[in-house]
């Protein structure tokens, strides 16, 4: 069974930037990150596949987040830049058994239990 971390959320002043951290324990392969604001449903946000060669955005986060991995430490991150009020949301860590990233939820099979990010105006 693998096991999802994240860490690194936090409170920022629009305009600021935060690191989001997930670690994993066990196999993974595409991994992802999905946010829910309240009130709305879980959307995808990024997803990298299993070597770090593709890379997948939502337009709303495109050119202001990046999604990296660094497979020796079995942990993926979260780079976000230019943060504004609509980033406010929980951001979830998900993993798939399967090697192609995709922006699907249903598509993964691992969550994390997610970490709060607020961006104050």
């Known amino acids: 069974q693998v096991q999802l971390v994240e860490s690194g959320g936090g409170l920022v002043q629009a305009g600021g930037s935060l690191r989001l951290s997930c670690a994993a324990s066990?196999?993974?392969?595409?991994m992802g990150w999905f946010r829910q604001a309240p009130g709305k449903e879980r959307e995808f946000v990024a997803a990298?596949?299993?070597?770090?060669?593709?890379?997948y955005y939502a337009d709303s986060v495109k050119g202001r987040f990046t999604i990296s991995r660094d497979s020796a430490k079995n942990t993926i991150y979260l780079q976000m830049n230019s943060l504004n009020p609509e980033d406010t949301a929980v951001y979830y860590c998900?993993?798939?058994?399967?090697?192609?990233?995709?922006?699907?939820?249903?598509?993964?099979?691992?969550w994390g239990q997610g970490t709060q990010v607020t961006v104050s105006s």
């Open positions: 998900a993993a798939r058994r399967s090697p192609n990233a995709k922006t699907a939820i249903e598509e993964y099979d691992y």
């Open positions: 066990g196999r993974t392969s595409a």
């Open positions: 990298i596949n299993w070597s770090g060669a593709s890379t």
